[in-house]
């Protein structure tokens, strides 16, 4: 299936084991918008979970575990939920 939404997207070839891509083939998503996008959405929640943990690691060598590295990772955790984000 050719992603046609994203154009300027660089195709690229992966290896998935054969259970994993069955796992993706099952997910709506992927029957609907097909696999680059189902992928795509992975890729980028996965990085911005990575992100997150790293700011809190951040976080936590700076200001160490007491109640104000607490209080600026809730602060955190707020923002990011009120961030608004594009829609596809």
Do not use: C, H
């Amino acid at each position: 299936m050719m992603d046609t939404i994203n154009m300027a997207a660089k195709p690229v070839q992966i290896s998935l084991e054969q259970s994993l891509l069955e796992r993706i083939d099952r997910d709506p998503q992927t029957k609907t918008e097909g696999r680059s996008a189902f992928i795509r959405d992975a890729v980028e929640l996965y990085l911005a979970t990575k992100r997150r943990r790293d700011t809190d690691t951040r976080i936590i060598a700076a200001y160490g575990k007491d109640d104000a590295a607490r209080d600026l990772q809730a602060d955190v955790e707020l923002w990011s939920k009120e961030q608004v984000w594009p829609k596809k």
